[in-house]
């Protein structure tokens, strides 16, 4: 079992930035990769983006490319989301993943709320 704790969520402006973090606990041996998603009010969650546990090559939406950095610390079993140019677009609750099979992410944390106001 890994268990996921996000943190960082806040009500800002657009433009602003925001950095969430996600502390994995647990199994965190057997992580293979680890995700951002999120789901708007109304929505389907979506991926955001994502990186590999050992190697950090990451991917993104196409819709945060280039304004959301995914990151992570190892040595705190860590994951990070850096987001810069927020719009109201990005109002959603953000959730943290983990994939231990290389293929399915099974572990999701409880969430963490972004409100963008314009």
């Known amino acids: 079992q890994v268990q996921l704790v996000e943190s960082g969520g806040s009500v800002v402006q657009a433009g602003d930035s925001l950095r969430l973090s996600c502390a994995a606990s647990?199994?965190?041996?057997?992580?293979?990769?680890m995700a951002w998603f999120r789901q708007a009010p109304g929505k389907e969650r979506e991926f955001v983006a994502g990186?590999?546990?050992?190697?950090?090559?990451?991917n993104y939406a196409d819709s945060v490319k280039g304004r959301f950095t995914i990151s992570r610390d190892s040595a705190k079993n860590t994951v990070y989301l850096q987001m810069n140019s927020l719009s109201p677009e990005d109002t959603a609750k953000y959730y943290c993943?983990?994939?231990?099979?290389?293929?399915?992410?099974?572990?999701w944390g409880q969430g963490t709320q972004v409100t963008v106001s314009s």
């Open positions: 993943a983990a994939d231990t099979s290389a293929g399915q992410y099974a572990y």
């Open positions: 647990g199994r965190t041996w057997n992580i293979y990769s």
């Open positions: 990186i590999r546990w050992i190697s950090g090559s990451t």
